[in-house]
């Protein structure tokens, strides 16, 4: 402060000191003349400067400021410094907030900042998808006039819900929404969306699992529960007469046990993240005992070909591949009337090994293959129960292929038969030399 006045009294003392020699050489007169004059002079510089520093307040660029002596130097290095500091600062800021807003860009839900009135004062990119938003163009305006779902207005008016409330946002009819608020500062508050389509969808389907599972095995346990009931209350039951109950009572459970056993099998089959482990499968071997499946299930009402002319060698899970073609074999007997035609066949198409298991049966009407491979999707429920079948074959097939990276192909005509194919993947191959033909039949 001291330092100020020494400065600004500089040029007042300059020019007195002036006016006091001119006084001594000329009069006084002339002095006061002279002093008036430099005072002006002086007033001047001071209205001169300050039109700069107006005229640089305008558009205070660093490059710009005036430059002067004495306390306005001063005051124009502070400025200039001043200026600097809340350059960087808003440089650290801007970058502060580019941040967040990549940070927010980034968060799997979608936010929006609401005032006391419901109005947008920001949102992220996910909240403008689900709620059909424009940041640039909808900020402050009244989200009440852009969603305009009943249920949603009646959400956003109680004033501390616990529980989220969960719409289809009228823009995504196929979009499940979980819409949580929360208060905080100001009468703010934070929107915040989260898309709950897939976990709807597989609640969906757990619910229907559970429902199937229940009934498939409702059905025999009420035949065994019969059974029971009436071996209990008639006494007089001739030894054949148990036995045949007996017979069909093992016949349920012998249905609920493969039930059972097909359940574990898909469900371990889903939970397993790791891919199987792998082999190198032998397969003219696994090939043998597939077909010998079969045999032992036709009962001599097929008749089977076995025709091998794939590579030798594939890599894969022995025990998953056994059950994937077992299953697709069995489906062709049981789905084959007597006298009927099935051939098995491992072959090399574009130089992918192919398993596929072809029949003369009774076919699949072209609206039921997308669905073959849900779990119980049955084309006639009473043909499938009949011949021992579960509804969780093709689901188990499907799940083994893509273990395997391998595609499951369906191609059926309904009346004239089906075949099944699995294409498994070109590297999957030991060896791409195809092994000598051979064939098995059987008239
Ligand atoms: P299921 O135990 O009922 O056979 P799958 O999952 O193996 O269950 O098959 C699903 C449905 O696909 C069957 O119920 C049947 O309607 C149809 N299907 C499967 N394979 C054949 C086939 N070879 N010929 C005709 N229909 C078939």
Not at 90 to 115: D, F, R, S, Y
Not at 296 to 315: T, Y
Not at 415 to 422: D, E, N, V
């Amino acid at each position: 402060m001291q330092d100020f006045w020494l400065r600004a009294s500089i040029p007042i003392i300059a020019s007195a000191t002036l006016a006091g020699l001119i006084w001594g050489l000329f009069s006084l007169i002339a002095a006061l003349i002279a002093m008036v004059a430099m005072l002006l002079l002086l007033l001047l510089r001071q209205l001169w400067l300050l039109f700069k520093l107006e005229h640089w307040l305008n558009d205070a660029q660093l490059e710009t400021i005036p430059e002067a002596m004495g306390v306005w130097e001063e005051a124009f290095t502070k400025l200039y410094k001043m200026v600097k500091k809340h350059k960087r600062t808003k440089q650290e800021l801007a970058t502060e907030l580019k941040h967040i807003e990549q940070a927010t860009a980034a968060l799997p839900e979608g936010v929006a900042i609401l005032n006391a009135a419901n109005r947008i004062e920001w949102c992220n990119p996910l909240a403008e998808l689900h709620f059909g938003l424009n940041a640039q163009r909808d900020i402050l305006q009244d989200i009440t006039y852009l969603v305009r779902q009943p249920e949603f207005i009646s959400y956003l008016h109680i004033a501390e819900a616990d529980a989220p409330l969960v719409m289809h946002p009228s823009r995504h009819e196929d979009m499940v929404l979980s819409i949580k608020l929360i208060s905080y500062g100001d009468n703010k508050r934070l929107l915040i969306s989260r898309d709950i389509t897939q976990l709807e969808r597989i609640e969906h389907m757990r619910r229907d699992f559970v429902a199937n599972v229940s009934h498939e095995l409702r059905t025999p346990l009420t035949v065994v529960n019969g059974f029971v009931e009436n071996l209990q209350d008639m006494t007089d039951l001739s030894h054949d007469q148990v036995r045949h109950a007996l017979g069909l009572v093992a016949e349920q459970t012998q249905r609920m046990s493969t039930l059972v056993s097909d359940l574990l099998t898909l469900s371990r089959l889903e939970n397993e993240q790791s891919p199987p482990t792998q082999e190198t499968i032998t397969m003219s071997d696994l090939l043998d005992e597939v077909y010998q499946d079969g045999e032992l299930l036709s009962h001599g009402r097929h008749s089977l070909h076995l025709d091998n002319v794939g590579i030798p060698k594939l890599q894969g899970n022995r025990e998953e591949l056994r059950s994937a073609f077992s299953n697709l074999v069995s489906n062709a007997v049981r789905y084959t009337p007597a006298g009927g035609h099935i051939d098995l066949r491992w072959w090399t198409r574009a130089g992918q090994p192919v398993f596929s298991v072809q029949d003369n049966g009774i076919g699949i009407a072209a609206s039921h293959i997308p669905r073959l491979t849900e779990r119980f999707y049955r084309v006639e429920l009473s043909r499938s129960r009949e011949t021992g079948g579960t509804g969780l074959g093709l689901a188990i097939v499907s799940r083994i292929a893509i273990r395997h990276q391998a595609k499951l192909e369906i191609l059926s005509t309904e009346g004239k038969g089906s075949q099944f194919l699995l294409v498994f993947p070109l590297k999957s191959g030991e060896s791409s030399a195809p092994a000598s033909a051979k064939v098995t039949s059987k008239a």
